[in-house]
Each structure stands twice: as structure tokens, then as C-alpha cells.
């Protein structure tokens, strides 16, 4: 390997990554001209990103195959035209289906893009630094959140809309030139190493996939905390913070700017703290649980408009379960050999995404329902209407939770069995509490 080669390699997959996410949340800043433009209702907008979601949840095991047989470079090329195309179909489109079609091939191009770039990290690094760098790439990818608040919405409302989507088309463009330039699926020198799997042989990997508990509690960590940031970043948080909140367009991007900054911060403190006390990863996911159903009623529960700085703490807790959401991935990685990871990191990253679309779309019907019925007053976006659909939060945590629990207790049955015993919190507390007490006496009397 070629340091210099491997970093350009590295710095590609993450510029197509950024590009990806960019593209991904670019629909949660444009809800309300979405609206007007194709006079749709809240079920009609919700629908944009849902059906991205499901094409995006739908295509990740199937991407995996795929990207083992064709290689990074082709998938990530690939992804990068889809989602242009998409974006060239969305900036011209007139009507809510020929919108749709535009998020679907963004969903489909997005959906080909993570995992791809993930795939290059160990062939061209060495092994110790392949943690760091997967780190590192989800970390860098979500900047791209912020070119979708602040650059493109700049454009769209200076602009208009076709010239922001085309923008955003010709972002593509550039990462595709790139990779078919540059780009190289392995080192020079390495065989390339072509994947035989055949239909049958990747279902029965898909099963015992799913059938490990495992697996199971990582679908459902993923599930109950990645959703909500999701649902907030790519589609309801801009209106309810523009429209409910009645905040500035300026602040509204500062606070989408704290959400990546937060997702930053967090994601080496939880890597951190899972490395230490791997046996805790799940009270980690269930405690964010908590902290986001207290955030969210304490900013539903407030009368009036929420002050900014209640605001802001919804913010961070939202952007502290993107990182929080990766312990599923690492559910799947330490409860299934090596040729399985790929599979079950498929069906973890599917949960998240799939309650994210459910939340999406509910909260929208929920909406339609109030203005329908008059209870909104003839604002669609309003306050009162969006404390009640954003309850939807509730029913996901909770049942998310519920799963978590039970599934929980399978994996610790199956440890148990193995010889690994998870001691309760609090007397695992005060063990920690004894020995670092006796560690102090014994240095204390050694001075």
C-alpha cells in the first residue's frame, strides 16, 4: 500500500459520503415550499421522505451482495448518478409524483453509498487503524447535513427551487467524475476477489443472521434511537421550528448546526464507553431512550413556544443518538463471525430507517387529520396541531423499548449459558466503587 494512495482513497469515499447525506436531508429544509409548490397536504410532504426511507431500508441487505461482486467503485459511482438524477428530476418536478420519483433515486443512490465506502477502509489500510477511520467516516459524512442547511437553503431562498436542486445535481455530478477517476477498489497488486455466494447460500446467512438474539437487540437499539434525529434532520424539525416555533431561518440553522456538531462530539465518547464496559452497551441505548422521551416532553409539555434553550437541549439529546445508534452496529459485529457481519449490519441499519418512516408518515397523517377536522384553526403547521403529532415519538420509544427488553434477556440467557454472567448496575457500581477504593489505600499506604 501507498499511504499517500490510501489517504486519497479514504478522502474520496468520504467527500461521495458527504455528498450522499447532503442529498439525503436536503428534503427537510424545503417542507414548506414543498407545500406550496405542489399544493400537497402534511401526508402528501411526509410521503417524499418516507418512500426515500423505505427504498433506502429496502436496498441495504441486497446492496451488501453487491458491493462484494461489483466492488466500491462501481456502487459508489453508481450511487452518486442516482441520486443526480434525482435531484435533476426534483428540481423540475410539478406535481407530487414526479417529486416522488426524484426522492426515490435518491434513496436508491444514498442507499448505495455508506456501505461501499465502509468496504474500502480495510483493504487499504493496516487492520489498527480501521476502527478509527470507520469512526472518522460516519463523523465526517453527517458534515454534510450542514451544506443542506445552510449552502443549499441559502440558494433556495435566494434562488429559487430549480436552481437549488440543480445545485445539488451538480454536487453529484462532481463526486462521480471523481470516483471514476481516482478511485480504485484495492490496492495495486492485490487480487481482486470476486464473491461466489450464490441466492441460496446468502438467504441461509440471512437467516442465522436473524436468528441470533444478537442481532436481534442491535435491529432494535438501532430502531428505538436512531429514528428520531432522522425524523427530525430530513423532514419535521425545519417546519416545526420555522412555523410552530416561529424561529428565524438563521436560527433555525444554527440549531441544525449544533445537531451535527453534537453528533460530532458525542460519537468518540460513546465509542469510548462502549470499548470499557462492553457489557453495558444496552442500559447505554436504554438511557438515551430516556433522555430523548424527557427532551421531547419537555419541549411538548411547555406552554407556549419553547425557549431557545430548551430548544437546544433537544437538539444535542437528538444528535447524541446518531453515534448512541451505532452500539446496534457493534451488537451485530460481536455476535456473529466474520462472514455474517455484512448481513446482520444489514438488518440493524434497516430498524432505525424503517421506525424513522413510520414516524415520518404518521406524523404527517396526524396533521392532516387536525387541519381536516379544524382543530388546527387553518394552520397547517401549527403549534398546537404539531404538540399532538409529535406524540407519535412516544409510541415508537416505547415500543422499541419493549422489544429491547425482551430480547435483552435472550442475549443474556445465551451469554450465561456461554459463562458470562452481566452482574446487576448497581452491584457492578459498587464493586468499581470497592475496587477503586482499595487501589487508593494501597497507594496511599505505599506513599
Known amino acids: 500500500m501507498t499511504a499517500p494512495r490510501a489517504w486519497l482513497i479514504w478522502s474520496i469515499g468520504i467527500f461521495s459520503y458527504l455528498v450522499a447525506v447532503t442529498q439525503r436531508t436536503s428534503f427537510g429544509v424545503v417542507g414548506l415550499e414543498a407545500t406550496e409548490r405542489f399544493h400537497a397536504s402534511a401526508s402528501a410532504i411526509s410521503f417524499f421522505t418516507v418512500l426515500q426511507l423505505l427504498v433506502y431500508a429496502g436496498l441495504q441487505i441486497p446492496v451488501g451482495v453487491l458491493v462484494d461482486r461489483f466492488g466500491s467503485r462501481a456502487m459508489i459511482a453508481g450511487g452518486a448518478l442516482l441520486m443526480g438524477l434525482g435531484q435533476l428530476q426534483l428540481a423540475f418536478a410539478e ?4 417529486g416522488v420519483l426524484g426522492r426515490v433515486l435518491v434513496g436508491a443512490g444514498d442507499a448505495m453509498t455508506f456501505i461501499s465506502v465502509i468496504r474500502l477502509i480495510p483493504l487499504w489500510f493496516a487492520p489498527a487503524r480501521v476502527p478509527l477511520l470507520t469512526q472518522l467516516t460516519g463523523m465526517s459524512g453527517q458534515l454534510g447535513q450542514l451544506l443542506s442547511v445552510v449552502p443549499f437553503a441559502f440558494v433556495l431562498h435566494a434562488a429559487g427551487w430549480s436552481p437549488a436542486f440543480l445545485s445539488l445535481a451538480g454536487l453529484s ?10 478511485l480504485q477498489d484495492v490496492p495495486p497488486g492485490t487480487p481482486r476477489q470476486e464473491s461466489t455466494k450464490g441466492l441460496r447460500a446468502t438467504g441461509v446467512s440471512l437467516s442465522r443472521a436473524w436468528k441470533q438474539p444478537g442481532t436481534r437487540l442491535g435491529m432494535w437499539s438501532h430502531f428505538t434511537i436512531q429514528f428520531s434525529g432522522t425524523v427530525f434532520a430530513m423532514t419535521w424539525g425545519y417546519p416545526f421550528l420555522i412555523s410552530a416555533q416561529g424561529l428565524a431561518s438563521g436560527t433555525v440553522a444554527s440549531l ?7 453528533a460530532i462530539g458525542a460519537g468518540p465518547l460513546i465509542g469510548r464507553f462502549v470499548s470499557r464496559h462492553p457489557l453495558r452497551r444496552s442500559t ?4 438515551l431512550v430516556a433522555a430523548t422521551a424527557v427532551a421531547w416532553a419537555a419541549v411538548l409539555l411547555y406552554p407556549g413556544r419553547s425557549p431557545l434553550w430548551l430548544l437546544a437541549v433537544l437538539v444535542v439529546v437528538l444528535a447524541i443518538g446518531g453515534p448512541g445508534s451505532m452500539i446496534g452496529f457493534d451488537f451485530a459485529r460481536t455476535f456473529n463471525p466474520a462472514h455474517r457481519i455484512g448481513t446482520a449490519t444489514g438488518i440493524v441499519n434497516v430498524g432505525g430507517f424503517f421506525a424513522a418512516l413510520i414516524a415520518i408518515y404518521l406524523i404527517g397523517a396526524v ?16 403549534l398546537d396541531p404539531f404538540r399532538l403529532a409529535l406524540c407519535v415519538h412516544f409510541l415508537i420509544l416505547g415500543t422499541g423499548s419493549a422489544a429491547m427488553l425482551v430480547v435483552r434477556r435472550k442475549v443474556r440467557r445465551q451469554m450465561a449459558a456461554q459463562g458470562v454472567v452481566v452482574p446487576p448496575l448497581f452491584q457492578a457500581m459498587a464493586e468499581q466503587r470497592r475496587a477503586r477504593n482499595a487501589r487508593r489505600k494501597k497507594s496511599a499506604s505505599r506513599g
Open 95 to 98: 406535481s407530487v409524483p414526479a
Open 173 to 182: 455530478g462532481v463526486a462521480v467524475v471523481l470516483v471514476v477517476l481516482l
Open 256 to 262: 441544525m448546526s449544533l445537531y451535527v456538531a453534537g
Open 284 to 287: 447505554m441505548v436504554l438511557l
Open 367 to 382: 396533521l392532516d387529520i387536525l387541519y381536516s377536522t379544524g382543530f388546527s384553526n387553518g394552520v397547517l403547521y401549527g
